[in-house]
Protein backbone atom coordinates (compact mmCIF):
# COMPACT_ATOMS: atom_id res chain seq x y z
CA UNK A 1 0.00 0.00 0.00
CA UNK A 2 0.76 3.46 -0.75
CA UNK A 3 2.57 5.31 2.52
CA UNK A 4 0.36 8.32 3.10
CA UNK A 5 2.29 12.07 2.16
CA UNK A 6 1.93 12.18 5.90
CA UNK A 7 3.93 9.36 6.60
CA UNK A 8 6.39 10.35 3.96
CA UNK A 9 6.50 14.09 5.21
CA UNK A 10 7.09 12.88 8.68
CA UNK A 11 10.09 10.43 7.88
CA UNK A 12 11.76 13.19 6.03
CA UNK A 13 11.35 15.52 8.71
CA UNK A 14 12.88 13.18 11.52
CA UNK A 15 15.36 12.02 9.11
CA UNK A 16 16.58 15.64 9.31
CA UNK A 17 16.08 16.06 12.61
CA UNK A 18 18.53 12.89 13.36
CA UNK A 19 20.99 14.23 11.36
CA UNK A 20 20.39 17.56 12.82
CA UNK A 21 20.90 15.70 16.31
CA UNK A 22 23.64 13.40 15.84
CA UNK A 23 25.59 16.73 13.90
CA UNK A 24 25.53 18.53 17.05
CA UNK A 25 26.40 15.26 19.32
CA UNK A 26 29.57 14.84 17.77
CA UNK A 27 30.52 18.61 17.49
CA UNK A 28 29.93 18.91 21.81
CA UNK A 29 32.14 15.40 21.80
CA UNK A 30 34.58 17.42 19.89
CA UNK A 31 34.73 20.41 22.04
CA UNK A 32 34.43 18.24 25.52
CA UNK A 33 36.82 15.65 24.00
CA UNK A 34 33.96 13.02 24.67
CA UNK A 35 34.99 9.83 22.30
CA UNK A 36 31.87 7.81 22.54
CA UNK A 37 30.30 10.67 20.67
CA UNK A 38 33.21 11.53 18.07
CA UNK A 39 33.23 8.30 17.69
CA UNK A 40 30.66 5.11 18.19
CA UNK A 41 33.36 2.25 18.33
CA UNK A 42 36.35 3.31 20.29
CA UNK A 43 38.41 1.60 18.19
CA UNK A 44 36.82 2.59 14.85
CA UNK A 45 37.27 6.00 13.45
CA UNK A 46 35.76 9.15 14.40
CA UNK A 47 33.20 11.62 12.39
CA UNK A 48 35.42 14.94 11.38
CA UNK A 49 33.66 18.12 12.67
CA UNK A 50 33.18 19.11 8.98
CA UNK A 51 31.24 16.28 8.60
CA UNK A 52 29.17 16.79 11.08
CA UNK A 53 28.68 20.57 10.09
CA UNK A 54 27.62 19.19 6.79
CA UNK A 55 25.18 16.54 8.25
CA UNK A 56 23.51 19.48 10.21
CA UNK A 57 23.30 21.62 7.00
CA UNK A 58 21.76 18.51 5.38
CA UNK A 59 19.44 18.15 8.33
CA UNK A 60 18.32 21.98 7.93
CA UNK A 61 17.73 21.02 4.39
CA UNK A 62 14.99 18.24 4.98
CA UNK A 63 13.32 20.12 7.33
CA UNK A 64 12.99 22.99 5.28
CA UNK A 65 11.96 20.50 2.13
CA UNK A 66 8.94 19.35 4.36
CA UNK A 67 7.71 22.85 4.47
CA UNK A 68 5.46 24.14 1.64
CA UNK A 69 7.04 27.76 1.09
CA UNK A 70 9.42 28.19 -2.01
CA UNK A 71 11.64 30.17 0.91
CA UNK A 72 12.05 27.09 3.07
CA UNK A 73 13.14 25.24 -0.23
CA UNK A 74 15.51 27.65 -1.13
CA UNK A 75 16.92 27.81 2.80
CA UNK A 76 17.29 23.99 2.19
CA UNK A 77 19.07 24.07 -1.13
CA UNK A 78 21.18 27.04 0.54
CA UNK A 79 22.08 24.82 3.53
CA UNK A 80 22.47 21.56 0.81
CA UNK A 81 25.29 23.42 -1.48
CA UNK A 82 27.31 24.81 1.58
CA UNK A 83 27.41 20.87 2.66
CA UNK A 84 28.41 19.78 -0.82
CA UNK A 85 31.14 23.10 -1.08
CA UNK A 86 32.88 21.36 1.75
CA UNK A 87 32.88 18.08 0.37
CA UNK A 88 33.81 19.29 -2.70
CA UNK A 89 37.08 20.95 -1.01
CA UNK A 90 37.70 18.02 0.82
CA UNK A 91 37.93 16.15 -2.88
CA UNK A 92 40.29 18.94 -4.00
CA UNK A 93 42.47 18.80 -0.83
CA UNK A 94 42.50 14.67 -1.37
CA UNK A 95 43.30 15.16 -5.45
CA UNK A 96 45.83 17.88 -5.37
CA UNK A 97 47.36 17.28 -2.31
CA UNK A 98 46.60 20.61 -0.93
CA UNK A 99 45.65 21.64 2.66
CA UNK A 100 43.30 24.51 2.57
CA UNK A 101 42.88 24.75 6.10
CA UNK A 102 39.51 23.56 6.54
CA UNK A 103 40.02 20.56 8.41
CA UNK A 104 41.14 21.93 11.93
CA UNK A 105 39.19 25.14 11.45
CA UNK A 106 37.01 24.85 14.57
CA UNK A 107 39.00 21.86 16.34
CA UNK A 108 42.59 20.45 16.98
CA UNK A 109 42.90 16.45 15.83
CA UNK A 110 45.14 15.26 18.53
CA UNK A 111 45.80 11.66 16.49
CA UNK A 112 49.26 11.90 15.44
CA UNK A 113 49.40 9.54 12.44
CA UNK A 114 51.33 10.59 9.33
CA UNK A 115 49.51 8.90 7.02
CA UNK A 116 46.39 10.75 7.62
CA UNK A 117 45.68 14.21 7.62
CA UNK A 118 44.38 15.52 10.88
CA UNK A 119 40.68 16.42 11.31
CA UNK A 120 40.13 15.48 7.15
CA UNK A 121 37.18 12.97 6.69
CA UNK A 122 37.50 10.09 4.96
CA UNK A 123 37.76 10.73 0.96
CA UNK A 124 34.55 8.26 0.85
CA UNK A 125 32.82 10.52 2.85
CA UNK A 126 33.32 13.32 1.01
CA UNK A 127 32.06 11.94 -2.02
CA UNK A 128 29.04 11.18 -0.38
CA UNK A 129 28.48 14.42 0.86
CA UNK A 130 29.38 16.24 -2.41
CA UNK A 131 26.33 13.84 -4.14
CA UNK A 132 23.88 13.94 -1.45
CA UNK A 133 23.96 17.67 -1.81
CA UNK A 134 23.82 17.39 -5.95
CA UNK A 135 21.11 15.30 -5.24
CA UNK A 136 19.34 18.03 -3.45
CA UNK A 137 19.84 20.36 -6.20
CA UNK A 138 18.71 18.34 -8.62
CA UNK A 139 15.24 17.63 -6.65
CA UNK A 140 12.18 17.58 -9.06
CA UNK A 141 14.26 17.68 -12.49
CA UNK A 142 13.96 15.07 -15.18
CA UNK A 143 16.09 14.22 -17.54
CA UNK A 144 14.80 14.24 -21.70
CA UNK A 145 14.77 10.58 -20.96
CA UNK A 146 12.25 11.02 -18.52
CA UNK A 147 14.83 10.33 -15.71
CA UNK A 148 14.97 11.87 -12.20
CA UNK A 149 18.99 12.81 -11.43
CA UNK A 150 18.32 13.27 -7.65
CA UNK A 151 16.94 9.80 -7.85
CA UNK A 152 19.71 8.20 -9.46
CA UNK A 153 22.56 10.28 -7.24
CA UNK A 154 20.54 9.02 -4.22
CA UNK A 155 21.13 4.98 -5.52
CA UNK A 156 24.47 5.34 -6.30
CA UNK A 157 25.53 6.85 -2.36
CA UNK A 158 23.32 4.21 -1.36
CA UNK A 159 25.25 1.50 -2.73
CA UNK A 160 28.64 3.07 -1.45
CA UNK A 161 26.91 3.67 2.00
CA UNK A 162 25.88 0.03 1.99
CA UNK A 163 29.14 -1.24 1.14
CA UNK A 164 30.57 0.72 4.43
CA UNK A 165 28.41 -0.80 6.63
CA UNK A 166 28.78 -4.20 5.43
CA UNK A 167 32.29 -3.15 5.89
CA UNK A 168 31.90 -2.69 9.34
CA UNK A 169 29.55 -6.22 10.24
CA UNK A 170 32.25 -8.20 8.49
CA UNK A 171 34.88 -6.30 9.62
CA UNK A 172 36.56 -5.68 6.26
CA UNK A 173 38.52 -2.19 6.71
CA UNK A 174 38.51 -1.91 2.70
CA UNK A 175 34.95 -2.03 2.61
CA UNK A 176 34.57 1.58 3.93
CA UNK A 177 38.01 3.11 3.37
CA UNK A 178 40.86 3.61 0.73
CA UNK A 179 44.09 1.94 0.97
CA UNK A 180 45.64 4.34 4.01
CA UNK A 181 43.39 6.95 3.62
CA UNK A 182 40.96 7.27 6.37
CA UNK A 183 37.65 5.25 6.62
CA UNK A 184 34.18 6.09 6.87
CA UNK A 185 32.97 6.42 10.71
CA UNK A 186 29.93 4.20 11.54
CA UNK A 187 27.54 7.13 12.80
CA UNK A 188 29.11 8.49 9.35
CA UNK A 189 27.82 5.37 7.53
CA UNK A 190 24.22 4.72 9.08
CA UNK A 191 23.44 8.76 8.82
CA UNK A 192 24.10 9.10 4.98
CA UNK A 193 22.19 5.65 4.60
CA UNK A 194 18.97 7.41 6.23
CA UNK A 195 20.13 10.54 4.46
CA UNK A 196 19.77 8.54 0.91
CA UNK A 197 16.41 6.85 1.75
CA UNK A 198 15.19 10.21 2.88
CA UNK A 199 16.18 11.69 -0.65
CA UNK A 200 14.64 9.15 -2.59
CA UNK A 201 11.16 9.86 -0.36
CA UNK A 202 11.91 13.30 -0.95
CA UNK A 203 11.88 13.42 -5.04
CA UNK A 204 8.88 10.78 -4.83
CA UNK A 205 10.19 9.48 -7.88
CA UNK A 206 9.81 5.95 -9.50
CA UNK A 207 11.75 4.15 -7.22
CA UNK A 208 10.07 5.42 -4.35
CA UNK A 209 6.68 3.86 -5.82
CA UNK A 210 7.81 0.99 -6.77
CA UNK A 211 9.25 0.13 -2.90
CA UNK A 212 5.91 1.88 -1.51
CA UNK A 213 3.22 1.01 -4.44
CA UNK A 214 0.24 -1.02 -3.94
CA UNK A 215 0.58 -3.37 -6.51
CA UNK A 216 1.73 -7.12 -6.13
CA UNK A 217 5.37 -6.40 -7.43
CA UNK A 218 5.49 -3.80 -4.67
CA UNK A 219 4.48 -5.74 -1.98
CA UNK A 220 6.76 -8.75 -2.81
CA UNK A 221 9.70 -6.67 -3.08
CA UNK A 222 8.85 -5.43 0.72
CA UNK A 223 8.52 -8.87 1.80
CA UNK A 224 11.65 -10.39 0.17
CA UNK A 225 13.81 -7.32 0.15
CA UNK A 226 14.42 -7.12 3.67
CA UNK A 227 14.52 -10.97 4.00
CA UNK A 228 17.47 -11.88 1.13
CA UNK A 229 19.38 -8.65 2.63
CA UNK A 230 19.64 -9.93 5.93
CA UNK A 231 19.89 -14.02 4.91
CA UNK A 232 22.78 -12.84 2.81
CA UNK A 233 24.34 -10.51 5.74
CA UNK A 234 24.29 -13.28 8.13
CA UNK A 235 25.54 -16.00 6.11
CA UNK A 236 28.37 -13.84 4.89
CA UNK A 237 28.97 -13.27 8.39
CA UNK A 238 28.75 -17.12 9.77
CA UNK A 239 31.16 -18.33 6.88
CA UNK A 240 33.65 -15.51 7.77
CA UNK A 241 33.62 -16.57 11.57
CA UNK A 242 34.01 -19.94 11.00
CA UNK A 243 36.98 -19.55 8.92
CA UNK A 244 38.36 -16.92 10.56
CA UNK A 245 37.69 -19.66 14.10
CA UNK A 246 39.86 -22.56 12.03
CA UNK A 247 36.37 -24.91 11.83
CA UNK A 248 36.73 -24.71 7.77
CA UNK A 249 38.50 -23.53 5.06
CA UNK A 250 38.13 -20.83 2.14
CA UNK A 251 36.90 -23.71 -0.15
CA UNK A 252 34.52 -25.56 2.34
CA UNK A 253 33.31 -21.83 3.72
CA UNK A 254 32.35 -20.77 -0.21
CA UNK A 255 31.01 -24.35 -0.61
CA UNK A 256 28.72 -24.20 2.53
CA UNK A 257 27.09 -20.29 1.96
CA UNK A 258 26.52 -21.05 -1.71
CA UNK A 259 24.60 -24.42 -0.84
CA UNK A 260 22.82 -22.24 2.23
CA UNK A 261 22.25 -19.75 -0.18
CA UNK A 262 20.84 -21.43 -2.60
CA UNK A 263 18.65 -23.57 -0.19
CA UNK A 264 17.58 -20.53 0.86
CA UNK A 265 16.94 -18.72 -2.28
CA UNK A 266 14.67 -22.36 -3.56
CA UNK A 267 12.57 -21.77 -0.36
CA UNK A 268 11.87 -18.17 -0.80
CA UNK A 269 11.13 -18.77 -4.62
CA UNK A 270 8.69 -21.60 -3.74
CA UNK A 271 6.67 -19.17 -0.89
CA UNK A 272 6.75 -16.51 -3.81
CA UNK A 273 5.40 -18.76 -5.84
CA UNK A 274 2.79 -20.33 -3.86
CA UNK A 275 2.38 -16.81 -2.57
CA UNK A 276 1.68 -15.50 -6.49
CA UNK A 277 -0.96 -18.64 -6.84
CA UNK A 278 -3.03 -17.76 -3.75
CA UNK A 279 -3.37 -13.81 -5.14
CA UNK A 280 -4.41 -15.79 -9.13
CA UNK A 281 -6.79 -18.06 -7.22
CA UNK A 282 -8.56 -14.98 -5.59
CA UNK A 283 -8.39 -12.52 -8.28
CA UNK A 284 -10.19 -15.62 -10.86
CA UNK A 285 -12.38 -16.02 -7.80
CA UNK A 286 -13.31 -12.12 -8.03
CA UNK A 287 -13.31 -12.28 -11.71
CA UNK A 288 -15.82 -14.97 -11.86
CA UNK A 289 -18.13 -13.29 -9.30
CA UNK A 290 -17.58 -9.82 -11.45
CA UNK A 291 -18.66 -11.62 -14.55
CA UNK A 292 -21.44 -13.61 -12.94
CA UNK A 293 -22.42 -10.17 -11.75
CA UNK A 294 -22.05 -8.16 -15.23
CA UNK A 295 -23.98 -11.02 -17.07
CA UNK A 296 -26.86 -10.89 -14.21
CA UNK A 297 -26.82 -7.39 -14.53
CA UNK A 298 -27.18 -7.72 -18.15
CA UNK A 299 -30.26 -9.85 -18.15
CA UNK A 300 -31.95 -7.51 -15.91
CA UNK A 301 -31.35 -4.71 -17.98
CA UNK A 302 -32.79 -6.64 -20.69
CA UNK A 303 -35.59 -7.51 -18.96
CA UNK A 304 -36.51 -4.27 -17.68
CA UNK A 305 -36.00 -2.83 -21.21
CA UNK A 306 -38.68 -5.59 -22.28
CA UNK A 307 -40.80 -4.56 -19.36
CA UNK A 308 -40.60 -1.13 -20.05
CA UNK A 309 -41.85 -1.66 -24.09
CA UNK A 310 -44.21 -3.83 -22.42
CA UNK A 311 -45.93 -1.34 -20.59
CA UNK A 312 -45.65 1.54 -23.30
CA UNK A 313 -47.14 -1.07 -25.41
CA UNK A 314 -49.93 -1.67 -23.04
CA UNK A 315 -50.28 1.80 -22.21
CA UNK A 316 -50.51 3.06 -25.80
CA UNK A 317 -53.24 0.08 -26.99
CA UNK A 318 -55.53 0.72 -23.44
CA UNK A 319 -55.45 4.48 -24.08
CA UNK A 320 -56.42 3.88 -27.46
CA UNK A 321 -59.20 1.08 -26.42
CA UNK A 322 -60.67 3.35 -23.52
CA UNK A 323 -61.06 6.67 -25.93
CA UNK A 324 -63.80 4.68 -27.85
CA UNK A 325 -65.98 4.06 -24.68
CA UNK A 326 -65.60 7.32 -23.28
CA UNK A 327 -66.41 8.60 -26.32
CA UNK A 328 -69.49 6.87 -26.46
CA UNK A 329 -70.50 7.51 -22.96
CA UNK A 330 -70.01 11.40 -23.77
CA UNK A 331 -72.26 11.01 -26.99
CA UNK A 332 -75.08 9.46 -25.94
CA UNK A 333 -75.01 11.22 -22.79
CA UNK A 334 -75.41 14.59 -24.70
CA UNK A 335 -78.14 12.68 -27.40
CA UNK A 336 -80.16 12.04 -24.18
CA UNK A 337 -79.61 15.64 -22.54
CA UNK A 338 -81.00 16.77 -26.49
CA UNK A 339 -83.93 14.13 -26.58
CA UNK A 340 -85.24 15.09 -22.80
CA UNK A 341 -84.97 18.57 -23.67
CA UNK A 342 -86.91 20.70 -21.06
CA UNK A 343 -89.09 17.94 -20.28
CA UNK A 344 -85.79 16.68 -17.75
CA UNK A 345 -86.14 17.68 -13.81
CA UNK A 346 -83.46 19.51 -12.62
CA UNK A 347 -81.96 16.74 -10.84
CA UNK A 348 -81.89 14.66 -13.49
CA UNK A 349 -79.77 16.95 -15.35
CA UNK A 350 -77.58 17.51 -12.67
CA UNK A 351 -77.04 13.56 -13.21
CA UNK A 352 -76.43 13.96 -17.27
CA UNK A 353 -73.74 17.32 -16.84
CA UNK A 354 -71.85 15.23 -13.99
CA UNK A 355 -71.64 12.25 -16.32
CA UNK A 356 -70.32 14.72 -18.72
CA UNK A 357 -67.71 15.95 -16.90
CA UNK A 358 -67.08 12.54 -15.57
CA UNK A 359 -66.29 11.74 -19.32
CA UNK A 360 -64.34 14.71 -20.02
CA UNK A 361 -61.82 14.05 -17.21
CA UNK A 362 -61.49 10.73 -18.31
CA UNK A 363 -61.14 11.36 -21.75
CA UNK A 364 -58.46 14.10 -20.50
CA UNK A 365 -56.83 11.21 -18.16
CA UNK A 366 -56.64 8.63 -21.24
CA UNK A 367 -54.91 11.52 -23.45
CA UNK A 368 -52.58 11.94 -20.87
CA UNK A 369 -51.61 8.64 -20.71
CA UNK A 370 -51.07 8.34 -24.51
CA UNK A 371 -48.73 11.67 -24.34
CA UNK A 372 -46.78 9.64 -21.91
CA UNK A 373 -46.39 6.41 -23.09
CA UNK A 374 -45.16 8.31 -25.96
CA UNK A 375 -42.41 9.96 -24.21
CA UNK A 376 -38.73 8.86 -25.50
CA UNK A 377 -36.78 8.60 -21.77
CA UNK A 378 -33.79 7.12 -23.69
CA UNK A 379 -33.40 10.84 -26.07
CA UNK A 380 -29.89 12.18 -25.61
CA UNK A 381 -29.24 14.94 -23.68
CA UNK A 382 -27.87 18.34 -25.79
CA UNK A 383 -27.31 21.78 -25.84
CA UNK A 384 -31.16 23.37 -25.78
CA UNK A 385 -31.49 27.45 -26.13
CA UNK A 386 -34.68 27.88 -23.96
CA UNK A 387 -35.65 30.79 -25.05
CA UNK A 388 -36.07 29.07 -28.68
CA UNK A 389 -38.30 26.07 -27.22
CA UNK A 390 -40.74 28.76 -25.69
CA UNK A 391 -41.17 30.68 -28.93
CA UNK A 392 -41.92 27.30 -30.71
CA UNK A 393 -44.72 26.66 -28.41
CA UNK A 394 -45.98 30.23 -28.49
CA UNK A 395 -46.16 29.83 -32.16
CA UNK A 396 -47.81 26.40 -31.93
CA UNK A 397 -50.32 27.78 -29.46
CA UNK A 398 -51.10 31.05 -31.41
CA UNK A 399 -54.93 30.33 -32.25
CA UNK A 400 -55.81 29.50 -28.63
CA UNK A 401 -53.86 32.41 -27.57
CA UNK A 402 -56.00 34.27 -29.87
CA UNK A 403 -59.41 32.78 -29.03
CA UNK A 404 -58.53 33.85 -25.26
CA UNK A 405 -56.86 36.99 -25.64
CA UNK A 406 -53.86 35.65 -23.85
CA UNK A 407 -50.90 37.69 -23.44
CA UNK A 408 -47.28 35.35 -22.82
CA UNK A 409 -44.25 37.19 -21.85
CA UNK A 410 -40.49 35.59 -21.15
CA UNK A 411 -37.43 36.89 -19.48
CA UNK A 412 -34.26 35.85 -21.57
CA UNK A 413 -33.79 32.60 -20.86
CA UNK A 414 -30.09 30.33 -20.37
CA UNK A 415 -29.10 27.83 -22.37
CA UNK A 416 -29.47 24.53 -20.31
CA UNK A 417 -28.72 21.10 -20.82
CA UNK A 418 -31.35 18.47 -21.65
CA UNK A 419 -33.73 16.80 -23.98
CA UNK A 420 -35.39 19.11 -26.45
CA UNK A 421 -39.04 17.07 -26.66
CA UNK A 422 -39.53 16.76 -23.22
CA UNK A 423 -38.46 20.63 -22.11
CA UNK A 424 -41.16 21.88 -25.10
CA UNK A 425 -43.65 19.61 -23.76
CA UNK A 426 -43.32 20.29 -20.29
CA UNK A 427 -43.77 24.34 -21.32
CA UNK A 428 -46.78 23.07 -23.76
CA UNK A 429 -48.49 21.06 -20.77
CA UNK A 430 -48.23 24.55 -18.82
CA UNK A 431 -49.29 26.80 -21.51
CA UNK A 432 -52.74 24.96 -21.92
CA UNK A 433 -53.51 24.59 -18.73
CA UNK A 434 -52.87 28.47 -18.30
CA UNK A 435 -55.47 29.02 -21.23
CA UNK A 436 -57.30 26.19 -20.18
CA UNK A 437 -57.86 27.23 -16.45
CA UNK A 438 -58.43 30.97 -16.95
CA UNK A 439 -60.64 33.76 -14.52
CA UNK A 440 -62.46 36.13 -16.47
CA UNK A 441 -59.55 38.21 -17.18
CA UNK A 442 -57.76 37.45 -20.32
CA UNK A 443 -54.53 35.38 -19.42
CA UNK A 444 -51.18 36.65 -18.46
CA UNK A 445 -48.62 34.37 -18.54
CA UNK A 446 -44.63 35.22 -17.71
CA UNK A 447 -41.75 32.73 -17.87
CA UNK A 448 -38.72 33.17 -16.11
CA UNK A 449 -35.77 30.94 -14.96
CA UNK A 450 -32.75 31.94 -12.14
CA UNK A 451 -29.66 30.67 -11.49
CA UNK A 452 -29.33 27.95 -8.63
CA UNK A 453 -25.53 27.02 -7.99
CA UNK A 454 -25.48 24.56 -11.31
CA UNK A 455 -29.14 24.34 -11.85
CA UNK A 456 -31.38 26.65 -13.48
CA UNK A 457 -35.07 27.08 -11.97
CA UNK A 458 -37.89 27.83 -14.56
CA UNK A 459 -40.99 29.72 -13.24
CA UNK A 460 -44.47 30.15 -15.29
CA UNK A 461 -46.19 32.33 -13.42
CA UNK A 462 -50.34 33.18 -14.62
CA UNK A 463 -52.97 34.71 -13.39
CA UNK A 464 -55.37 32.30 -13.47
CA UNK A 465 -57.57 30.05 -11.20
Known sequence: MTLPKISRTLFIRLVGILGIVVGAAVLIGWSLNISILKSVLPTENSMKPNSAISFILFGISFVMFTQESAKARWVGKACALVAALIGLATLVEYLADWNLHIDELLFRDARNDPDIVPGRM???????????????????????????????????????????????????????????????????????????????????????????????GSILLRRLLPLIAATTIVLGWLRLFGQRAGLFDSALGVALMATAMLVIVASIIVILAAHINRIDIARSHITDALRESEEA?????????????????????????????????????????????????????????????????????????????????????????????????????????????????????????????????????????????????????????????????????????
Do not use: C
Open 122 to 216: APLTAIDILLIGAAFLTLGRRTKGRYHPAEIIATVVLVTVTLSISGYVFGVASYYGFFSFPQTALHSALLLFFFTSALIALDHAGLYELVTGRYV
Open 297 to 465: LISQRDELARSNKDLEQFAFVASHDLQEPVRKISIFTGMLSDDLGDTISDEDRDYLERIEGASKRMKQLISDLLAFSRIDFSAEVDMIEANEVVDSVIDDLSTEITDSQARITRDDLPSIHGTSGQLRQLFQNLFENALKYRSDDPPEIHVSAASEGDYWQFSVKDNGI
